[in-house]
């Protein structure tokens, strides 16, 4: 049974996504579009806007509560969960990639969330690699 309220389209819907629902599909769209028309450079001038942007998008998801909670000491077993927006200078992006790689194999909304979260997070990366390269 659907929801009878929620904040946000991706938060009616409970469980795995879909994807041969049409509703459904477009979740997965609507997450893993770009969070701005202008890419963030990665200069700290932009953090500030780019990490509001993250988080419109992350409470537009329902990925506030899970995705971005990022799991540290995943190779060393100290495992320990850090939020990512009120931590994001202290965490690589290695740490990032690997604590949403936990979830990959899984048959869930978080899988798919983290699923999205990798993507917006390939495309940075990609950008990155791009710039550093001219």
């Keep these: ?4 309220f ?5 938060q009616a819907i409970d469980g795995a ?5 049409t509703d459904h599909a477009k979740i997965y769209k609507a997450g893993i579009q770009q969070v701005s028309e202008t890419p963030f450079d990665c ?3 932009g953090l500030f806007q780019f990490l ?5 998008r992350a ?3 329902g990925w506030t509560t899970g995705i971005l909670s990022i ?3 995943i190779k060393d077993n100290k495992e320990k969960e850090e939020d990512f927006m009120f931590n994001y200078g202290t965490l690589t992006l290695e740490q990032v990639i ?5 979830y990959i194999d899984g048959e869930s909304r978080l899988r798919s969330g983290h699923i999205h979260a990798l993507q917006v997070l390939d495309g940075i990366a990609h950008q990155q690699s791009q710039e550093e390269g001219s």
């Design 98 to 102: 690997a604590s949403e790689l936990q």
């Design 43 to 45: 200069e700290a001038d």
């Design 59 to 61: 409470d537009e998801m």
């Design 17 to 21: 996504l879909d994807y041969s629902k």
């Design 71 to 73: 799991t540290t000491g």
């Design 52 to 56: 509001k942007e993250v988080q419109d």
């Design 1 to 4: 049974m659907p929801r009878v």
């Design 6 to 10: 929620a904040l946000a389209p991706a």
